[in-house]
């Protein structure tokens, strides 16, 4: 049994490697990752396609703008700005983190979070995010000039500033994935039957709280820097 809890503690979205070409690697981290991206997108043109503005709006519309409007509220409770332009971009990325996180019940499913490198590129999301709202707010000089207040000294601090933030995102948002998929296969693999259960359900809520947890941190970045910006 301690070879078998060995081989599923290893097993990571990365490793688990489909086909090979020269210097290429297919893995289940961009398997998974696409397949989200795909059912996203057609998810939201199957659920977009039809909406009504009538008084006989369909029951699916309804749940739907029920979700907008609660990602809207969160938005403006966090920031305290107009949530508007922020959904688009925050809505996205909970969606993804939630969804890639809350399918980990499928057989055979590995979460791409469960990899550095797709929480990696969520955090360089949110660090491109952050410049690119404040530029738009403000426009990019106003914008640039706050890294060198008071002085050029503060330059470089602002920019590691920045980055360790943008680090801190991605190995919180990993570390808490991949040690929950650990835990789980290792009880999984002692413990059969009906406590496994439970702890899926512990493992959906955990991941929806990441999600949730990300989005909002993203939400702060940006809205912080947006402010930043207008008070100088």
Partial sequence: MRSDVGDLTRISPDELVYWTWGAFRLNATIVFTWTLMA???IGSWLATRRLRTDAAVPRWQALLELAVEAIRDQIREVTRQEPRPYIPFIGTL???IALANTLSIVPGYLPPTASLSTTAALA???FVAVPAYGMLSEGPRAYFR????????MLPFNVMGELSRTLALAVRLFGNVMSGMKVAAIIVAIVPFI???????????TGLVQAYIFAILAAVYIASGVQAKKKT
């Avoid at 706050?146 to 000294?153: A, G, H, I, L, M």
């Fill in 94 to 96: 909970f969606l993804f």
């Fill in 195 to 205: 406590f496994p259960i439970f702890l899926q359900l512990l493992g959906l809520l």
């Fill in 146 to 153: 706050n890294y060198v207040r008071p002085s050029w000294v």
């Fill in 39 to 41: 059912v996203m997108v």
């Fill in 124 to 126: 360089i999301c949110v």
